[in-house]
């Protein structure tokens, strides 16, 4: 199918939304409360979390264990990268990557990932050279701040109008609301459809597929 040319710049949040790992950091969360015998919070919780930077989810996990947030971080590390492997992309990711690559599109990733992180499975997934930019939550405001994608409007020159947010949480969709960009939500990631609906995304689609008719 011919892309439509609306933008020039597209980004993508990362996790739940290119990748379907949304289960690890689920899991991985749990398994460190789990290790320091603290309460261990319900998948909805973290889910609703998800896209936030890290220290923000546990203040908001763990408001009365800020004496523990250290250890809750060493130990959702350790289970997070006690494998090698990494979780799969989404089918259909690696395709629309390619394809808006290859029809000159500029590619951004703006995530709640700290830098060490997307690296990692940037290389892993062998996806990092479809991406001109990154934005990660450990060197920016942590979203819905409008920076990562301030930052990327300025960086390339690209008019607010010409750039859209494509992302799987309401944190992803405010960010894009806050810098007056596009926004178009997936609902097979973190969040529920009528928790992106309260953000007005200009769409919200059910796969990967779907993305191309909105770009």
Sequence with gaps: MTLQNKYDLVIFDWDGTLMDSIGAIVSC?????????????SERAIRDLIGLSLPKILNILFTDLVHLHEDI?????????????????????????????????????????GRSGLERVLTLSGTGHYFAASRCADEMKSKPDPMMIDTLLAHFNVPAHRAVMIGDSVHDLHMANNAGVAAIGVSYGANLVEQL???????????????VHHL
């Design 29 to 41: 969360m749990q398994a460190a409360a789990e290790d320091l015998n603290i309460e261990v919070p």
């Design 73 to 113: 971080v060493s130990r959702y590390r350790h289970h997070f990268l006690s494998t090698n492997t990494v979780s799969p992309l989404f089918a259909g990711s690696e395709r629309l990557l390619n394809q808006l690559f290859t029809q000159g599109y500029t590619l951004a990733i703006a995530t709640g990932k």
């Design 197 to 211: 609906q309260t953000a007005n995304p200009l769409a919200i689609v059910d796969n990967v597929a779907e993305l």
